[in-house]
């Protein structure tokens, strides 16, 4: 029963990053409105937070794949119950990876047009993200 109290406490306070991530993006606009007539004042918010959920279950998947889900289960299982497993884990795995990876480079590709920002560090940022 303990356990099951850590996680539901922890389930509840990744909610509330979650959120205060999200209201910090919604409001950071206002604070850097220009007077300038014709500027772009409003960013796509939330188009920025799409892409950084998209990001961040990407990275989630791939830590998770990688340390946790892949050693305990090579620990715990025997061959081939663990072939078993993976057989059914690793192409729904290959296949979200995939999605987000291309979803994540045309909205990166998005925002920097819409901010006009293409010099080489976002080059090299496109190019790691297509390698992924």
Request: charged fraction near 15%; include cysteine; proline fraction near 1%.
């Amino acid at each position: 029963m303990t356990i099951l109290f850590f996680i539901q406490a922890a389930h509840i306070l990744m909610a509330l990053a979650i959120i205060l991530v999200a209201v910090t993006m919604l409001t950071a606009g206002d604070i850097n409105k220009s007077s300038r007539i014709g500027e772009k004042v409003e960013r796509r918010k939330l188009v920025n937070i799409i892409h950084l959920a998209a990001f961040c279950t990407h990275f989630g998947a791939h830590i998770w794949m990688t340390f946790i889900s892949g050693v305990c289960l090579y620990y715990k299982l025997s061959r081939h119950a663990f072939a078993d497993v993976q057989k059914v884990l690793f192409p729904k795995y290959y296949s979200t990876s995939s999605w987000l990876n291309a979803f994540i480079l045309i909205q990166f590709g998005k925002i920097c047009v819409s901010d006009n920002v293409w010099d080489i560090h976002t080059y090299l940022q496109v190019y790691t993200i297509y390698l992924q």
